[in-house]
């Protein structure tokens, strides 16, 4: 089992930065590795994700101001969100998806980080 570690969260002033980073545990590389998040009253949505030799796919809300990156050497993932609004305030959830033999996808999660933007 892929266990993913997070780190980056807590307060962040608006227009400020955030970054994100989530390792995984296994040596194996990750089809997939990317962000989601869950805002209260919200339904879980894509941040960004990057396939491995890809490029980032960004959600609508970040768009022109997130950055995704992925070293696989390192097993690690890194997001960078700028110019931070206040209804970037959710629970970030690293989001792994392991290429099965079988071709299909598994889906790893971690625990989530919270980030609260208020000044």
């Known amino acids: 089992q892929v266990q993913l570690v997070e780190s980056g969260g807590g307060l962040v002033q608006p227009g400020g930065s955030l970054r994100l980073s989530c390792t995984a545990s296994t040596e194996t590389v990750l089809y997939v590795l990317g962000w989601y998040r869950q805002a209260p009253g919200k339904e879980r949505e894509l941040v960004a994700r990057i396939r491995s030799g890809g490029t980032g796919v960004y959600g609508d809300s970040v768009k022109g101001r997130c950055t995704i990156s992925r070293n696989n050497y390192k097993r690690t993932v890194l997001m960078q969100i700028d110019n931070l609004k206040p209804e970037d305030t959710a629970v970030y959830f690293c989001?792994?998806?392991?290429?099965?033999?079988?071709?299909?996808?598994?889906?790893?999660w971690g625990e989530g980080t919270q980030v609260i933007v208020s000044s």
């Open positions: 989001n792994a998806q392991l290429a099965l033999a079988t071709g299909g996808v598994r889906d790893f």
